[in-house]
């Protein structure tokens, strides 16, 4: 809908779609969980639905998540792997019924938050839970520097960046980074 937020150049966000994918590739994904956090209408939670046994994606913007609960409606897979949750993150990844939703041990979570980044509350979440791989979209360097640092330090590793240009023919540029925890 027109309150939703989506990625204005489509080219780029199959792009980042296709990378991750290919990402997920190389580390043999296959079945298993995906966390898809700041989910917004569902892009990457419905994107990846086929290679995952459950999905949960959630987000704090109603229209988005009732756009994503529609989108997962209609696509083949989206209501029977996907779940929609509608509230603030951090709350969401603290939610009982959330957190017995998936295997955390061995999820991977996918990480698109807003120029902000993830915020304390979130990290915080993230390294209590464990998840195995985490695929994080930053439209801000600072703030993904800052969160990387954060994550890093509660034991992930920075596996592999990539940028992404979602607005062709400006300074801005996104990046897509791959941190997988270690052993």
Same mark, same amino acid.
């Given at each position: 809908?027109?309150?939703?937020?989506?990625?204005?150049?489509? =080219? /780029?966000?199959?792009?980042?779609? %296709? +990378?991750?994918?290919?990402?997920?590739?190389? $580390? #043999?994904?296959?079945?298993?969980? *995906?966390?898809?956090?700041?989910?917004?209408?569902?892009?990457?939670?419905?994107?990846?639905?086929?290679?995952?046994?459950?999905?949960?994606?959630?987000?704090?913007?109603?229209?988005?998540?009732?756009?994503?609960?529609?989108?997962?409606?209609?696509?083949?897979?989206?209501?029977?792997?996907?779940?929609?949750?509608?509230?603030?993150?951090?709350?969401?990844?603290?939610?009982?019924?959330?957190? =017995? /939703?998936?295997?955390?041990?061995? %999820? +991977?979570?996918?990480?698109?938050?807003?120029? $902000? #980044?993830?915020?304390?509350?979130? *990290?915080?979440?993230?390294?209590?839970?464990?998840?195995?791989?985490?695929?994080?979209?930053?439209?801000?360097?600072?703030?993904?520097?800052?969160?990387?640092?954060?994550?890093?330090?509660?034991?992930?590793?920075?596996?592999?960046?990539?940028?992404?240009?979602?607005?062709?023919?400006?300074?801005?540029?996104?990046?897509?980074?791959?941190?997988?925890?270690?052993?």
């Amino acid at each position: 809908s027109h309150d939703s937020f989506f990625q204005g150049n489509l =080219a /780029a966000a199959e792009d980042a779609l %296709a +990378t991750i994918r290919s990402w997920l590739d190389d $580390a #043999g994904q296959r079945g298993g969980d *995906l966390a898809d956090c700041f989910g917004g209408v569902g892009l990457f939670a419905l994107g990846l639905a086929d290679r995952f046994d459950r999905v949960v994606t959630m987000d704090a913007d109603e229209s988005a998540s009732r756009d994503a609960r529609e989108n997962a409606r209609r696509h083949p897979l989206g209501g029977e792997r996907v779940g929609v949750h509608q509230g603030e993150v951090h709350h969401l990844l603290a939610d009982p019924t959330v957190r =017995a /939703a998936l295997d955390w041990d061995e %999820a +991977t979570v996918i990480l698109d938050p807003p120029r $902000a #980044g993830l915020g304390k509350p979130v *990290l915080a979440a993230l390294a209590e839970r464990r998840p195995q791989r985490l695929i994080y979209l930053s439209c801000d360097p600072a703030t993904l520097a800052r969160d990387a640092a954060a994550l890093t330090a509660a034991g992930y590793e920075l596996v592999r960046a990539r940028p992404v240009a979602m607005v062709p023919q400006t300074a801005h540029l996104e990046t897509l980074v791959q941190l997988n925890r270690q052993s």
